[in-house]
């Protein structure tokens, strides 16, 4: 149910001894006034529904019902309960006036109850309250002091105090909050310079309020200043919670009427910009006209009814009309919330929590049968630590989600709590290299406690001595949102100041997103540890001077059978770079570098790269030439290299181990050979530790069979697979003397 307003007056004391002041400091009126404008703000800007009136005392008139010959006297009604605006803001700040009168506390405290009498009778309210902003410095009557508390616990009326120094009650040992900001707060009216009218007017406050509450009275009496600081926040708006009926179903034979509300939701600035002529400020002065035009020379206009929107399709646009994209619709039969299975909760990683809202999901009101199978349903999927898996659809027009279920269970109620889950589309696989494969990057004994200690020194959570948990020192539910605050700081200082430049961000609001000052100070010595435990030093690489020369140069020798190798490293250059983004999959021009890129994009598959890679391979031992030999070993380089790189280990020991049978059951044994030269094997287990091969099984594995003296197979080549071959042995043995 939606929250019922309130009734607020605000009862402001504007007799002579508010507006006076010492030199340079602002009297107790203008800090008054300071906080109603706060308050008002807040209720402008929350869109509260709360009504709110004005009375004032201590007035050159009077104007209020109760006012007789000698009654009630010097006290006006400024303004009656309405809902608070801009024009009350205006007012607060330029309409109210110092009066040179002054008028009894407790008489301006009757009107105001009064004026709630009558102007809230046949409306519903949840509350009437009284806010009192007063320096106590008129006379006081306790005459009606006994009446006036009777009729304010009859009626529920509830009343603040706002003063411009604190109520002392260290005299009384007391230890109560308004004695706490009597120490915290330091403010311009030590007791000993209050006058004898104003400690008089504290002893009455503290035994209306005590009165009224005995234990927490005097923590409804606030200083301006305190105020100030408790209102400085923009209250945020208030949300009607709407239900959300339907039926959880699981399976086609159990339905349970639930019903469900957003618990958690992004808050957005709610879109009220509108265009108005500069000058005079006025929405109807401005008319906007929409027309639609070709592409052509002429511009010539089109009439809307001529138009259809289109889908650009790569450099093409495909039509699509409205009754299309009706069609086009996914449709529900209707809103569903069902159970499409259970999970553990433990297999439901937090990560995968997305979407804009969380759902409270209870069970029906009313409903008896309902409630003792939720219930049930609630407390077996706590026990067994599982969540449903539902299928939730909004209504018919919407898309369907999938979604967790948890179970949520408290000492005033039980619930599900639904949370969002992703498609397939929606997750995002990033591949990065393993830290645990590069030696350099482990740490130290002495690094991983530094590391430690500076995480135990930022606990956010303040511990007592006995080890109970005593506060959390950052509350983020507690933080308003900062670009809220500030905007409606900046569009409240241009109603009132249109010409102006905005002000400043207000200093509270950026040290609310400070660390807390307890943790900076706490994590001064860990984090002192950590710059001697992890120095920085500044690495200058020399760059090569690159010419055209080095770029495009060709290999002088056909048959070289090692092309330079291309280095990953920041600064060098390859033409294939410049392609980096066209590259889609691996190509024969280049196989190699085509895999390095690929492996490297977002959403890469090693798996499915890898076999492109493969297919290529086993292209170039099939064409049999040592120009061919040359692209496969640079292409098992690179793949041996990116596997390591990626934890891919396995991956690439399969697929040699599988090469090298290939090889022996196609008589490539002069390609082996060139292996075994590079010394090409099996990635081991110091290399990675995914790796469960150990460096005497690796140089085993290159080790070829021995066989007998067999003649090569003739080949489709004719005449030239005697060169080739020969060819192909010299260049093994000039690479043997090398």
Not at 93 to 112: M, N, R, T, W
Not at 131 to 145: I, K, P
Not at 525 to 531: D, S
Not at 553 to 565: C, F
């Amino acid at each position: 149910m939606a929250r019922s307003k309130v009734a607020i007056v605000l009862c402001l004391d504007v007799g002579f001894t508010m507006s006076s002041s010492a030199p340079d400091e602002e009297s107790s009126l203008e800090q008054a006034k300071k906080v109603m404008t706060k308050f008002v703000q807040r209720q402008v800007f929350a869109e509260s529904k709360d009504e709110v009136a004005v009375v004032l005392f201590g007035t050159d008139g009077t104007r209020n019902d109760l006012a007789s010959r000698d009654q009630y006297q010097n006290i006006t009604v400024h303004r009656s309960l309405m809902l608070p605006d801009f024009d009350l803001l205006e007012d607060i700040q330029d309409g109210i006036k110092p009066g040179s009168e002054q008028a009894d506390f407790l008489d301006a405290i009757i009107v105001c109850m009064d004026l709630l009498q009558k102007q809230t009778v046949g409306k519903k309210y949840e509350k009437r309250h009284i806010e009192l902003f007063t320096d106590l410095g008129s006379t006081v009557s306790e005459d009606q002091l006994e009446i006036i508390i009777a009729n304010l616990k009859k009626t529920g009326i509830s009343l603040q105090f706002f003063l411009p120094f604190p109520v002392d009650v260290d005299d009384e040992g007391g230890d109560t909050s308004a004695s706490v900001h009597s120490h915290i707060h330091r403010n311009p009216f030590p007791r000993k310079g209050l006058t004898e009218q104003q400690k008089e007017g504290i002893d009455v406050v503290r035994k209306l309020m005590h009165t009224l509450d005995e234990e927490g009275g005097l923590e409804e009496v606030y200083t301006f200043r305190e105020s100030l600081e408790r209102l400085s926040m923009f209250k945020k708006i208030e949300r009607r919670p709407m239900a959300w009926p339907c039926q959880l179903t699981i399976g086609s034979n159990l339905s349970i009427r639930i019903v469900a509300y957003k618990s958690v939701t992004e808050e957005k600035v709610k879109k009220v910009w509108t265009t108005v002529d500069a000058k005079t400020l006025r929405k109807d002065d401005v008319q906007k006209e929409t027309v639609y035009c070709l592409n052509d020379d002429d511009e010539t206009e089109v009439q809307k009814d001529d138009t259809i929107q289109g889908f650009r399709y790569g450099s093409d646009i495909v039509p699509f009309s409205k009754e299309d994209e009706e069609q086009m619709k996914y449709k529900t039969e209707a809103k569903c919330f069902s159970v499409l299975g259970f999970s553990r909760s433990s297999q439901i990683q937090r990560h995968c929590y997305m979407g804009n809202h969380v759902l409270k999901v209870f069970a029906a009101k009313d409903d008896e049968n309902a409630a003792v199978a939720f219930s049930a349903l609630v407390h077996a999927l706590d026990e067994l630590k599982v969540v449903a898996v539902v299928r939730y659809a909004y209504d018919r027009r919407s898309n369907p989600q999938i979604g967790a279920a948890f179970p949520y269970i408290k000492d005033s109620y039980e619930c599900l709590i639904y949370v969002q889950l992703p498609y397939m589309e929606d997750l995002r696989q990033y591949i990065f290299s393993s830290l645990k494969n590069n030696k350099k990057c482990i740490p130290t004994a002495d690094q991983l406690s530094a590391v430690d200690s500076l995480i135990d020194s930022m606990n956010l959570v303040y511990e007592a001595d006995d080890g109970e948990t005593f506060e959390d020192l950052f509350k983020p539910s507690k933080i308003p949102n900062p670009h809220f605050q500030r905007l409606y700081q900046c569009l409240q200082h241009k109603a009132f100041h249109p010409n102006e430049p905005l002000p400043p961000i207000e200093e509270h609001l950026l040290e609310m997103l400070e660390m807390p000052s307890v943790v900076k100070e706490r994590c001064q010595g860990p984090l002192e540890k950590i710059k001697a435990l992890f120095p920085l030093k500044e690495v200058v690489k020399k760059k090569d001077k690159t010419t055209a020369q080095d770029i495009f140069k060709d290999s002088e020798d056909g048959l070289n059978p090692k092309k330079p190798r291309i280095e990953d490293e920041e600064g060098s250059f390859s033409i294939m770079k410049l392609a980096e983004g066209n590259v889609t999959s691996v190509g024969s021009v280049n196989p190699a570098e085509d895999f390095r890129i690929l492996v490297r994009q977002k959403n890469a598959d090693f798996k499915d790269v890898s076999q492109q890679l493969i297919n290529h391979i086993d292209q170039f031992l099939e064409n049999k030439g040592s120009q061919y030999y040359m692209k496969g070993i640079n292409c098992i380089r690179v793949f041996r290299e990116e596997a390591v790189k990626l934890s891919k280990v396995q991956c690439f020991n399969a697929f040699l181990q599988a090469l090298k049978s290939k090889v022996e059951d196609k008589a490539l044994a002069d390609f082996w050979e060139i292996m075994m030269q590079d010394r090409i094997s099996l990635i081991t287990e110091d290399e990675a530790k995914e790796s469960s091969v150990t460096s005497e099984e690796a140089e085993k594995f290159l080790a070829p069979k021995e066989k007998k003296n067999e003649i090569l197979p003739p080949t489709d080549e004719g005449g030239d697979v005697d060169d080739l071959v020969s060819t192909v042995k010299t260049l093994c043995v000039f690479r043997i003397k090398l």
